[in-house]
């Protein structure tokens, strides 16, 4: 959809289920009757294929978007994202097909070639490669044009594979590289190394999160038909010398081994070595105190790095951390696998990153707080992807502290999507429920054995389930309203468990009209983030300093939360007087991969924790309420904007 139509929708979700004059459409949007009804109609169209929503037109009295809550939070956030107006499954499939032919051909192809395959315009192909040149550049991999022979790439055969494991980054559904990989490999290839693997994890008492499980076995198969291609790795001698110590190295020369008389091959010591840094980077659902030691022996530095870590974040929440063992265990088991991946070059990636900062802005802001000062005094570079993983292991620590002394209703988790998604909706359960005890987060295959062992009440599952004595419950992994509210159904027959009640408003505390900027040009959150922190530090609020530290925290992670809003703040040290400073934009400006149109510049001091808290959770509730957010947007009076956070 255009512009046009995407504020025409806002419009239609700001006063859903109830009737809007197509003239009142027009004056806003300052065009005519005919324009609008068929801009209706565009968005007739594009609501078919995301939603149930449905606009009904009534003689008299207008237009109106009927939807339920559910979809009305998707839309509103499609709206303010920017994948909103990004193109179909059929053009994402062409995109990853192109990209995968580039990177694994030998010899080079031509647009040409492209063009008789996917039968598109040379326009399209164009557009396509642009799109491709652009996210191999992050690879450091040059895309290359040669006069009448056709289009090269330049690059390391570690970047190359590199890219190849991440085509998924590349477009907006990253489900559809799970079917295109598949078809590249026959059931037979996918068959043996699953299989092979498996027998790895038997053999060295291993247990990889399903997401680790699926990466190695996608890189292994990578490897075979890159090393069939004669496209060899490249690794140093110092480097490999080091990995043939490692105890993973036995696994992969195990592994390797067992491979070759299939698919008769014969892998060169580089690709083992290689392949050991895939076994040093992988995630494990879970690990004996021996190999927690060992994991410590191994990395010297990883003592260090969760020892100040948990320092920092019980400091800067006043919350401690220290004594939970679950916690240091699992953070024993996560800095492990991500320092090696650093250390190795191997890249971090969190599907997950945009969805953990919308839910727990607090933590993660205190958790790139913390990593900002780990970064600095140990020379490491720890990315927001990580302290997105790292805020899902703090935040299931809380609530164990909250709910030390409850447990009524035993809940055991089965998640298909590994560690990361399992602690997410592990949370989230834990955060909307009082009185659930989650037992654990196991794979499907755990789970008889689990319900022999322990005595469950209920099983939550992301995946469908045979036929079990105990009840249980099938969810999305990101738990939906409808699946909350089936949850909370049968929780309530259950008489074990209560909905967590909201929490009343404390934001107009830290807000004056004086500090308050509506309908504002600004078209870059920089110049958006700096007249706010100018406008604070004029008032008294902050010292000069202050200014600069909100573009330096901006630039280590977009603090878009979703819904159009964004949380941008600075150091806490350079604060005398909290305050917020808040604006509204004329058009929404692009935020990271979020389009923005409220902003909130939060800064407020470490001493008043508890409110700061408060806040957060209040503007992650703002961000769940589209019609609150909508109303905002569209204020043009200071006072009539700051009255619509007044409790009802």
């Not at 056709?150 to 079917?179: C, F, Q, W, Y």
């Not at 509730?621 to 009255?643: A, C, G, H």
Request: charged residues 30%; contains cysteine.
């Amino acid at each position: 959809m255009n512009e046009r139509q995407n504020e025409i929708l806002r419009m239609l979700i700001g006063q859903s289920n109830h009737y809007i004059l197509v003239r009142n459409i027009t004056d806003q949007v300052q065009c005519s009757e005919k324009t609008v009804r068929n801009d209706l109609k565009a968005i007739q169209h594009y609501l078919e294929g995301i939603s149930s929503a449905e606009l009904i037109r009534k003689p008299g009295l207008g237009v109106c978007l009927e939807v339920n809550e559910e979809d009305e939070k998707k839309l509103f956030g499609l709206l303010h994202s920017t994948d909103a107006t990004s193109s179909d499954q059929e053009d994402e499939r062409r995109v990853i097909q192109i990209a995968y032919h580039l990177l694994m051909d030998t010899t080079p192809v031509t647009s040409q070639d492209f063009m008789s395959r996917f039968y598109v315009s040379k326009a399209i192909i164009k557009r396509d490669i642009e799109k491709i040149e652009t996210w191999l550049k992050r690879f450091d991999i040059t895309l290359g044009t040669r006069q009448k022979v056709g289009l090269t790439l330049e690059g390391t055969e570690k970047n190359k594979r590199s890219a190849l494991s991440r085509l998924s980054e590349m477009v907006n559904h990253p489900a559809l590289i799970h079917d295109f990989m598949k078809d590249q490999f026959s059931s037979a290839e996918f068959k043996v190394v699953n299989t092979e693997l498996k027998e790895v994890q038997r053999k060295y008492a291993l247990r990889f999160t399903d997401e680790s499980f699926e990466r190695i076995v996608l890189h292994t198969l990578l490897m075979i038909k890159r090393t069939k291609l004669g496209q060899i790795i490249s690794i140093s001698e110092e480097e490999r010398l080091f990995l043939l110590k490692k105890t993973e190295y036995r696994w992969a020369v195990d592994f390797s081994e067992k491979l070759e008389p299939f698919f008769s091959i014969r892998f060169p010591d580089k690709e083992k070595a290689y392949l050991t840094l895939h076994f040093l980077g992988g995630k494990y659902r879970s690990q004996k105190d021996t190999l927690n030691q060992s994991f410590q022996d191994d990395n010297p530095i990883l003592l260090k790095v969760m020892s100040m870590l948990v320092e920092r974040v019980s400091q800067s929440t006043n919350i401690d951390f220290k004594k939970d063992r679950e916690l240091r265990e699992g953070l024993n088991v996560h800095l492990h696998s991500t320092l090696n991946r650093l250390e190795h070059g191997l890249p971090v990636s969190n599907v997950m990153l945009h969805e953990i900062k919308k839910m727990y802005p607090y933590m993660f802001d205190q958790l790139m707080l913390s990593l900002g000062d780990i970064n600095q005094s140990l020379a490491l570079d720890i990315p927001e992807e990580e302290a997105a993983y790292l805020t899902l292991h703090f935040q299931s620590s809380l609530e164990r502290i909250k709910n030390q002394h409850l447990t009524t209703t035993k809940v055991v988790l089965v998640c298909h999507m590994g560690i990361g998604m399992s602690q997410l909706l592990r949370t989230k359960i834990e955060r909307k429920f009082y009185s659930v005890n989650v037992l654990g987060s196991i794979a499907k295959s755990e789970l008889q054995d689990f319900l022999c062992k322990q005595e469950v009440d209920l099983v939550i599952s992301t995946i469908s389930l045979p036929e079990i004595k105990v009840p249980h419950i099938v969810v999305s992994p990101l738990l939906e309203n409808s699946d909350e509210e089936r949850l909370e159904q049968w929780l309530k027959q259950d008489k074990r468990s209560f909905k967590r009640s909201p929490e009343e408003s404390i934001l107009l505390k830290y807000t004056n009209p004086f500090v308050v900027f509506l309908q504002q040009d600004e078209t870059s959150k920089y110049e958006i983030i700096k007249k706010l922190a100018a406008s604070l530090y004029s008032k008294g609020y902050v010292e000069k300093e202050y200014i600069e530290s909100t573009m330096i925290r901006e630039r280590m992670s977009a603090t878009a939360i979703g819904a159009g809003i964004a949380i941008p703040h600075g150091h806490p040290d350079l604060i005398k007087q909290s305050a917020i400073g808040i604006a509204t934009l004329k058009e929404p400006i692009e935020w990271g991969v979020e389009k923005v149109s409220l902003v909130f510049l939060l800064a407020v001091n470490n001493e008043e924790q508890k409110e700061v808290k408060h806040l957060f959770s209040e503007i992650s509730s703002l961000s769940e309420d589209p019609r609150k957010v909508q109303s905002l947007i569209v204020q043009q009076d200071i006072m009539n904007f700051l009255s619509v956070f007044k409790n009802e």
